[in-house]
């Protein structure tokens, strides 16, 4: 079965950066798409960013647009989320996850993952 590993989270002040490591392993899928999601304390799970294996479409979140950049490298099986220029509301737990099917990134976030990571902390201080 497929399993989702985050890691990089940790405790930066506003404007600074961390990027957000999800490593995949027991992958038997060719196509999926891979989000990035985020809730805090006392609000909705939100989508922040998902990436597509099928076509390579990604999508991002109007709130971290041109902050956030999404990446894959296949021969790590491994999903990157680079985080610039944070902003205390970016502080959340963040979550990557599996849409095991063919799907475009945008679509992708809008549906709700089949598998979760365990997720990791991010805390953006004043």
């Known amino acids: 079965e497929v399993q989702l590993v985050e890691s990089g989270g940790g405790l930066v002040q506003a404007g600074g950066s961390l990027r957000l490591s999800c490593a995949a392993s027991r992958f038997t899928f060719t196509d999926y798409a891979i989000g990035w999601f985020r809730q805090a304390p006392g609000k909705e799970r939100e989508a922040v960013s998902c990436i597509s294996t099928n076509d390579g479409t990604t999508y991002y979140a109007d709130s971290v647009k041109g902050r956030f950049t999404i990446s894959r490298d296949n021969a790590k099986n491994t999903v990157y989320l680079q985080m610039n220029i944070l902003k205390p509301g970016d502080t959340a737990v963040y979550y990557c996850?599996?849409?095991?099917?063919?799907?475009?990134?945008?679509?992708?976030?809008?549906?709700?993952?089949?598998?979760w990571g365990q997720g990791t902390l991010v805390t953006v201080s004043l």
């Open positions: 996850a599996a849409i095991l099917r063919p799907v475009a990134a945008g679509l992708a976030c809008s549906l709700r993952p089949e598998v």
